[in-house]
């Protein structure tokens, strides 16, 4: 019979996993408080949550929603770093803070859409654009046509414009002579 704090633990647990596109695994050692402050406003500010469970709460609550075999990507102590929205810049913030602080944190692995997927696969999705940069490269590529077709438009005009200028500067001409 699980204690009534665990319980209130394991709904935690659910609450932060639940519905959540990416969720990764990184096992950590020698990180002290401060360093685990600095990684969680980077995740932070980067998408996503950092949390610390005892692992056989994350595996009752994985599979409560699903989640086959998370103890494949479970290994001692073990930090959950888990996506809010923009998953390739929460990893982007995630592998970025590990390296300039020089923390020991090694990536184990993820699930992403209820999927397993490796450390490497983690890794990778950091070298992605990140939601932000995304958008922009969408509203470029939507800008360049609709600046020509502005200017295809606004050609004629122009045409009509300097073709007057002419004239009126040939009748001057033709008028001081």
């Given at each position: 019979?699980?204690?009534?704090r665990?319980?209130?633990?394991?709904?935690s647990?659910?609450?932060?996993?639940?519905?959540?596109?990416?969720?990764?695994?990184?096992?950590?050692?020698?990180?002290?408080?401060?360093q685990?402050?600095d990684?969680?406003?980077?995740?932070?500010?980067?998408?996503?949550?950092?949390?610390?469970?005892?692992?056989?709460?994350?595996?009752?609550?994985?599979?409560?929603?699903?989640?086959?075999?998370?103890?494949?990507?479970?290994?001692?102590?073990t930090?959950?770093?888990v996506?809010?929205?923009?998953?390739?810049g929460?990893?982007?913030?995630?592998?970025?803070?590990?390296?300039?602080q020089?923390?020991?944190?090694?990536?184990?692995?993820?699930?992403?859409e209820?999927?397993?997927?490796?450390?490497?696969?983690?890794?990778?999705?950091?070298?992605l654009p990140?939601?932000?940069?995304?958008?922009?490269?969408?509203?470029?590529?939507?800008?360049g046509?609709?600046?020509?077709?502005?200017?295809?438009?606004?050609?004629p005009?122009?045409?009509?414009?300097?073709a007057?200028?002419?004239?009126?500067?040939?009748?001057?001409?033709?008028?001081?002579a």
């Amino acid at each position: 019979m699980p204690s009534k704090r665990n319980e209130e633990i394991l709904a935690s647990i659910l609450d932060r996993i639940q519905d959540k596109p990416l969720i990764v695994t990184a096992r950590y050692s020698n990180v002290n408080a401060a360093q685990m402050n600095d990684l969680r406003r980077d995740i932070t500010n980067g998408g996503g949550r950092i949390f610390i469970a005892k692992n056989n709460l994350v595996k009752i609550a994985a599979d409560q929603i699903g989640i086959q075999d998370i103890d494949k990507i479970i290994d001692g102590p073990t930090a959950y770093i888990v996506a809010d929205d923009d998953i390739a810049g929460m990893v982007k913030a995630l592998t970025t803070s590990i390296k300039d602080q020089s923390l020991e944190v090694q990536i184990l692995g993820g699930i992403m859409e209820s999927e397993m997927i490796d450390a490497n696969r983690v890794e990778q999705i950091a070298d992605l654009p990140s939601r932000e940069q995304l958008i922009g490269m969408l509203a470029s590529a939507l800008n360049g046509p609709l600046n020509s077709f502005a200017r295809v438009l606004n050609a004629p005009v122009q045409n009509l414009a300097s073709a007057l200028e002419q004239i009126a500067e040939q009748r001057r001409t033709a008028e001081e002579a």
